[in-house]
């Protein structure tokens, strides 16, 4: 399995922006497709961004809409959350998450349909 690491979380005010990153070892991302997912305290993790293994397939999370961009850079075996005009409920621990397929164009929703994850970076967005 890729080892999956999270940085660029941090504290900003709202309207700011972060850029997350999530890097892989062990086996390359562009065989993978790739998710964000996020946990707030008290809250099941939740779905918030997704790639497929090709890059050609993205979703969304409603809330997240326009002001949130999934890419990928296989060349960095980087994949990357830019955050955009950020508010006072993104506040959550964000992970990311591979999963290895044949698949170029599906799109996974679930935290079940994923075996590799990162460790997690805190993103806090105070208002």
């Known amino acids: 399995q890729v080892q999956l690491v999270e940085s660029g979380g941090g504290l900003v005010q709202a309207g700011g922006s972060l850029r997350l990153s999530c890097t892989g070892s062990?086996?390359?991302?562009?065989?993978?497709?790739i998710n964000w997912f996020r946990q707030a305290p008290g809250k099941e993790r939740e779905f918030v961004a997704a790639m497929s293994r090709n890059g050609a397939f993205t979703d969304y999370k409603d809330s997240v809409k326009g002001r949130f961009t999934i890419s990928r850079d296989n060349a960095q075996n980087t994949v990357y959350l830019q955050m955009n005009n950020l508010k006072p409920e993104d506040t959550a621990v964000y992970y990311c998450?591979?999963?290895?397929?044949?698949?170029?164009?599906?799109?996974?929703?679930?935290?079940?349909?994923?075996?590799?994850w990162g460790q997690g970076t805190q993103v806090t967005v105070s208002s």
């Open positions: 062990g086996r390359a991302l562009y065989a993978h497709a």
């Open positions: 998450a591979a999963r290895e397929t044949v698949s170029a164009n599906f799109i996974y929703h679930l935290a079940y349909d994923f075996a590799s």
